[in-house]
């Protein structure tokens, strides 16, 4: 994280935030804040309400309570489309790339969505030149630009998920919210992948969710523990290594069972295996 950026306030917020299905509380009481050039993970079980949380944080989902706040203002009330807009842009689990079209369409398209412009019928979108520049920015800045003609369906798993950060880039979005960027990459695509997040890192505020713990122990500048919906603990990397309730929780206790996979990755040896979601919770 650059200099000075702790002291400066927060990109983005959110202050008590809670989600509730029914009488399952999916989020209780969230509070965290991410700020620009810093990369803040966001660790648990499947289940712990991660996911629940990142789509409460990008719109798509309304809050039963509490506030999110992007660059000073409440956008708890805020449409997706609008937040995106403002400079809020996401990943998802899923892949969701148009496999069709090439590369650089991808992210052009992308880019043009932040700009719709319906009254120049007359002009091709393909010659519209801020979405031109916006996507070939974004592939150069995400190593992609030698991709650009190739159909994106035939590019690796791992160059998939770079090309939806170089989606998102286009967009011009202050904040990331990458949610399981690494899901299924093998050690040389993790290792781009981190590289990718590291070079981004400087000018945005990234929301990282993600199971890699070896991944999260080495780009995080911040960590946030999740149990069943609620913040366990959040603090710097070492903090959150060596913190008595995240030790318990994960090595000890009810969740025992699911927690322990991962509890290696509080460790210095390495990284355990994904986790198991429990029974009847989103995630």
């Known amino acids: 994280m650059a200099d000075g950026s702790a002291a400066a306030a927060p990109l983005l917020e959110a202050r ?11 989020v209780d009481d969230v509070t965290l804040a991410v700020h620009t050039g810093e990369i803040h993970a966001v660790i648990g079980t499947n289940g712990a309400g991660k996911s629940t949380l990142v789509n409460m944080l990008s719109g798509e989902l309304a809050p039963s309570s ?44 992308s880019a043009q969505a932040m700009r719709p412009a319906p009254w120049r019928f ?34 690796s798993h791992g160059g998939k998920r770079q090309l939806e950060i170089a989606m998102c880039i286009a967009t011009g979005p202050k904040a990331l919210l990458l949610d399981e960027p690494l899901a299924g990459m093998g ?56 913190d008595p309730a995240v030790q318990l929780a994960y090595l000890g206790g009810n969740e025992a069972p699911t927690l322990a996979a991962e509890a290696a990755a509080l460790r210095p040896e390495g990284a355990g295996p994904s986790l198991q979601r429990p029974a009847g919770r989103p995630s």
């Open 187 to 242: 050690a040389e695509e993790t290792g781009r992948m981190l590289s990718l997040l590291e070079a981004l890192r400087p000018g945005h505020a990234i929301l990282l969710i993600e199971h890699d713990m070896d991944a999260v122990f080495r780009v995080a500048d911040r960590i946030t523990v999740m149990v069943n919906g609620a913040v366990l603990a959040s603090g710097v990397p070492e903090q959150i290594r060596s």
């Open 16 to 26: 008590g935030l809670g989600r509730r299905f029914g009488g399952l509380a999916a």
């Open 122 to 155: 007359w002009q091709s979108a393909q010659h519209d030149a801020h979405s031109t520049r916006a996507a070939t920015q974004a592939l150069a800045d995400t190593g992609l630009a030698a991709e650009a003609g190739r159909e994106a369906g035939t590019l």
């Open 66 to 109: 509490g506030q999110v706040i992007f660059a000073g203002h409440d956008v708890t009330r805020w449409p997706q489309p609008r937040r995106a807009t403002a400079g809020i842009g996401r990943s998802y689990q899923r892949t969701t790339i148009f496999p069709t079209f090439s590369v650089f369409e991808n992210c052009r398209l």
